[in-house]
């Protein structure tokens, strides 16, 4: 992670952008009042919808057990969309 003042984002916002779009490395601009991370858009939703998808029990509980099986060897059990669905 790139770390940057308030004055230097300021000075070359455009480039810094340009920067963490290209790379995807996150950049720390740092104030007298705190930090805040700049990150791609993508980046970020895909980290909010991991959060999402971790907070659900049953969405965890079935990553675990697949992982689980693949480090066992044993195939999965596949699974149609309205079994995967049911709950919606």
Do not use: C
């Not at 950049?27 to 970020?44: F, H």
């Not at 990553?63 to 919606?88: A, W």
């Amino acid at each position: 992670m790139r770390t940057i003042t308030i004055e230097q984002a300021t000075n070359n916002l455009q480039q810094h952008i340009n920067y963490t779009l290209d790379t995807h490395e996150e950049i720390n601009i740092a104030s007298n009042n705190g930090a805040i991370v700049m990150i791609p858009q993508v980046d970020y939703e895909s980290m909010q919808e991991t959060l999402r998808l971790l907070s659900d029990k049953k969405s965890l509980k079935a990553l675990l057990d697949g992982h689980n099986s693949r480090d066992l060897n044993k195939s999965l059990k596949s699974y149609s969309v309205e079994e995967v669905f049911s709950d919606i």
